[in-house]
């Protein structure tokens, strides 16, 4: 969170103090210097100080700057005389701090610390676009509500190292990207970076729901994909004790997961018996919600309307649902995480591992593995492991490397020429990451001719498994 300063006096003040509060987001927290009651709003959010005191007084403003470090001013005042007081006051406490300054004179201080919004030039170009033939500024386009919002990609968002076509753009969506001051073409295939600076449109609560989400440092997965897990279970396809088990390992992963609920989803309830045993494994937890579907729709068409009702970030389904693909690949469609349940404890869990693969799948989904073992505080195994030669995936490792120092984690990197499956039946207390892929749900005759590790690890049962989408070529 950052610290913002904001001196307040005159005619726009009050407005501007309005939007501020109307738009906040609580990624900031703001000190307001105003000497004037009338601006003050009714409701004060707890992320705003408020004090009261002229401006232009060094020893008060001395007292607010030497509170916290600020990393912006906002000065918006009503004489010319004041601005240039409290500009120099703050010049003489803090050299280094950057100053937007409300400029309705033609102040002209060189100073590469402060930046001026002249209210003139402002009003002209706002008188300017009513005439015909003249471009429109973004500011001022659809319904001069701000659909149209610029957002710099910070170091350790969730959304940094990810493909455009893996993020769930619901009701916005990314048309512009900035990537050093030169405008990228947006293409799913796109990863976007950190300092990157996008431009979205869409509603305007969606938009500033987007730039909170974005803003975050990373560890808030299942975000960007959605807020919530969701548990399916199917009373006649899945035995009581199978249910019992997914319900359970949900509950883990939602109580160290920062998703906002958890959804559990019952279809064909067979007794009144199972149905009240299964709310006694949720009555101590507040933040969820159990549903009983009655009639009996197909499963992606249940999950499909509830993605869009709960804003469902992961799934989680058991390997007897997993196995009518002929379903499975329509919710592939929707682009969100699957947990693989398997037969492990998730208590027991201490390494999240990766098998190094195909280089851009594995860097498409590489972001998520830093963001969920930083959730549930595990280590991370990587085995980098070619048994039949010529694969080489030392810009994959550098890739990972470097995230491990930007997420501040450690990487234990297991190289040889071993087979990666027989190394992998031979771990315990591990929770698997790899990439969601349609050719996991085709039928595979001849399993035993094939080399791709993906496959071969998707179809062992013992370990719990995350399924990330990736962009597929």
């Known amino acids: 969170m950052k610290n913002v300063l904001i001196i307040l006096d005159g005619i726009i003040a009050k407005k501007l103090l309005y939007r501020i509060i109307e738009t906040n987001t609580r990624t900031n927290i703001y000190d307001i210097i105003y000497s004037n009651d009338y601006i003050l ?29 600020h990393s912006d001013t906002l000065v918006v005042l009503n004489n010319k005389n004041d601005t240039l007081s409290v500009i120099d006051n703050i010049k003489n406490i803090r050299n280094n701090l950057y100053i937007t300054v409300y400029d309705n004179w033609d102040l002209n201080i060189k100073d590469e610390k402060i930046h001026y919004y002249k209210g003139n030039e402002i009003l002209a170009n706002g008188l300017l676009e009513q005439l015909p033939n003249i ?88 975000m960007p994909f959605g807020n919530n897990i969701y548990v399916y279970c199917d009373l006649l396809a899945q035995t009581k004790e199978e249910v019992v088990d997914i319900i359970l390992k949900a509950k883990i992963l939602h109580q160290r997961m920062k998703n906002k609920e958890l959804i559990v989803k019952i279809t064909n309830p067979t007794t009144a018996q199972t149905i009240h045993e299964i709310k006694g494994l949720l009555e101590d937890l507040k933040d969820f919600t159990l549903e009983i579907d009655y009639i009996n729709n197909r499963i992606s068409d249940i999950i499909t309307a509830d993605t869009k009702r709960f804003d469902i970030g992961l799934i989680i389904l058991t390997k ?77 490792l550098g890739h990972l490397e470097s995230l491990s120092k930007i997420f501040n984690q450690k990487i234990k990197v297991i190289s040889s020429d071993k087979n990666p499956i027989k190394e992998l039946e031979k771990e315990k207390n591990i929770i698997q990451i790899l990439p969601l892929r349609r050719a996991m749900f085709k039928k595979r005759y001849l399993n035993f001719l094939t080399t791709d590790s993906d496959l071969l690890a998707f179809d062992l049962t013992r370990y719990n498994q995350i399924l990330i989408p990736i962009i597929e070529d």
């Open 135 to 222: 471009p429109v500024l973004a500011q001022n386009i659809g319904l001069k509500q701000g659909e149209i919002m610029e957002i710099k990609i910070p170091f350790g968002s969730s959304y940094a190292y990810r493909y455009v076509g893996s993020i769930a753009q619901k009701d916005w969506k990314i048309f512009a990207l900035y990537r050093n001051q030169i405008l990228v073409n947006v293409k799913p295939s796109l990863v976007l970076k950190p300092n990157d600076i996008i431009l979205i449109i869409g509603k305007p609560l969606v938009l500033t729901q987007v730039y909170s989400a974005i803003s975050r440092a990373t560890g808030h997965f299942p």
């Open 320 to 396: 007897n649902l997993l196995k009518y693909t002929d379903i499975i690949v329509d919710i592939l469609e929707l682009k969100i995480p699957i947990f693989k349940v398997g037969e492990e404890n998730i208590h027991s869990i201490e390494n999240t591992l990766i098998i190094l693969n195909d280089i851009a799948n594995y860097k498409q989904l590489s972001p998520i593995v830093f963001d969920i073992a930083g959730q549930l505080k595990f280590n991370i195994k990587i085995f980098n492991m070619d048994p039949v030669g010529g694969k080489d995936q030392s810009s994959l």
């Open 41 to 69: 709003p009714e409701q004060k959010p707890t992320n705003f100080t408020f004090y009261k005191f002229d401006p232009t007084s060094f020893s008060k403003l001395k007292f607010v700057l030497d509170k916290v470090i």
